[in-house]
């Protein structure tokens, strides 16, 4: 902008393609309002703008899913005699697409073809991508069997998009995603780590973790590299199904291989040993983490004071909690709800109750977990008055008692010899359709 004032200081006269730039870029650094005002500055002094002009303005809004406004913009460039291009059309499509608003994707779609722009591996791919992202992977077949038929043919973008719309919405449909896989190979498009990572990613989470290491062997076979996110997926299958050794074997690789671990590789295995509570594993790891220069984030804190408040060791959940709230990363629900349970089962009922207020105070949402931890707490104690309180706040703010809260309550009343109360509960979780 100092460059372009100078250039209007020295009498120069800016060009539409100056512009185009210079609406690109301030669109880009998220000021598209400013963007808007020069784009009217420009019509003001009689420069016309074109196409590549209201690209960028369209995109700029769409990046801020401000989709209405875009839409405009490609009303205003029709009214003044701008003809569109397939990029304008994709770049509205694309942004429908981002915003799961896949009707007026398609409605969009629709008009571009029918101004004769058949549209482009871009614009296919877009739509396709998000129509699997919402689930309609049938449709999105259908774009696919269109564009091999059609044109324009897909690319590795395109098979990775409908690749993964198979694995995460028929997880298990194995037999589609190889045929998918095969017209990839066989039309002489190469997976790329993308491809090989969908893939991987889906067999450990469909628990076939030995598959998904025979993908990760192919990969160097064909010359393409891992990444951080393809042994995090990896990694967090092994953890999943009890494979210790495998996963901190497949760790030892990736730093071997140079690939350097993320707060999200750290928090896999974290979170992996603690499910197992192997909390002296899971805290040499975390040490590991922070000597590496990685603080560690709110998933990892939590899956630590979890972890630790289910072997009893509350007192130590505690320090790290305290850490969190000093240093950093704010406690989440989850936090707050794995402290306050270990402190009620350690039978700390004060200090579960302080920290329950202080989730009030600050704002911090409670869910039927936080609620029924706390409950159970009161009613081990027979603190019955405090049940009625906890009960009453939990349905005022919006969070409907579940089966496990129930039982909470009717085992308590029942072991204090209150079976009457206890039928009351079992008929009123009828009547809730619990």
């Known amino acids: 902008m100092k460059l372009f004032s100078e250039m209007i200081g020295r009498g120069i006269s800016p060009d539409v393609h100056t512009f185009s730039i210079l609406i690109d870029a301030i669109c880009k650094e998220g000021m598209v309002k400013k963007a808007q005002k020069l784009f009217d500055l ?95 992977v049938a449709a999105a077949q259908e774009l696919f069997m269109e564009m091999q038929a059609r044109g324009p043919s897909p690319n590795v973008y395109t098979y990775s998009a409908i690749i993964d719309g198979l694995c995460v919405c028929s997880l298990g449909m194995w037999e589609d995603v190889e045929s998918y896989v095969n017209k990839m190979v066989n039309s002489g498009v190469s997976p790329d780590v993308v491809t090989f990572g ?103 804190y939590t899956s630590i004071i979890d972890g630790l408040c289910k072997v009893g060791k509350v007192a130590a959940a505690q320090e790290l909690f305290m850490e969190m709230q000093a240093r950093g990363p704010s406690p989440n629900v989850y936090t707050y709800s794995a402290i306050i349970d270990g402190l009620c089962k350690d039978k700390q009922i004060p200090k579960a109750q302080n920290l329950f207020e202080e989730m009030i ?56 010899g209150k079976t009457e109360k206890a039928q009351t509960l079992l008929k009123l979780m009828s009547t809730r359709s619990v």
């Open 198 to 300: 969908i893939m991987i990613d889906a067999f450990c989470k469909d628990g076939n973790t030995e598959k998904a290491q025979t993908l990760l062997k192919l990969m160097s076979t064909r010359s393409v590299s891992p990444d951080v996110v393809t042994y995090n997926s990896l990694i967090d299958g092994l953890c999943k199904s009890g494979q210790w050794k495998e996963a901190m074997k497949l760790f030892s690789e990736m730093i071997g291989r140079g690939i350097s671990p993320d707060v999200h590789t750290f928090s896999i295995l974290i979170n992996g040993y603690c499910k197992a509570k192997k909390l002296d594993e899971a805290m040499q790891i975390f040490e590991d983490m922070r000597s590496n220069g990685l603080p560690g984030d709110v998933i990892t």
């Open 361 to 416: 105070c600050k704002g911090v949402a409670r869910d039927v977990f936080t609620y029924s931890s706390i409950i159970q707490g009161v009613c081990n104690l027979g603190m019955w008055e405090d049940v009625e309180s906890y009960v009453n706040k939990m349905v005022n703010s919006g969070v409907s008692p579940d089966v496990v809260t129930f039982s909470i309550m009717i085992d308590a009343l029942c072991k204090d």
């Open 42 to 136: 420009i019509i003001e002094r009689g420069v016309e703008p074109d196409t590549i002009t209201y690209n960028a303005l369209m995109e700029g809004y769409c990046l801020h899913r401000k989709l209405d406004e875009a839409e405009n913009v490609l009303h205003s460039m029709v009214v003044r005699g701008c003809e569109p291009n397939v990029i304008s059309y994709s770049i509205l499509i694309n942004g429908y697409c981002k915003a799961k608003k896949l009707d007026e994707a398609m409605q969009i779609f629709e008009d571009m073809r029918s101004n004769g722009l058949p549209g482009d591996v871009i614009t296919y791919t877009s739509i396709i991508d998000g129509l699997c992202k919402v689930g309609r």
